[in-house]
């Protein structure tokens, strides 16, 4: 996914996850997505690429 936004010149990705989801939550943190808000039941993650 990464690699096709770069191809695709996107400069950032965001995703909307469920607090909840845990699992999700550390797969974005281990590829470098930063919380940039947070809501009642959902937190909204972005990457910014090179």
Known sequence: MLSVARDMYLKRIRMHILKENEKM????QKL???PVDLEEDIVRVEKILN
């Open 25 to 28: 939550l550390t797969l974005a």
């Open 32 to 34: 470098g997505f930063k």
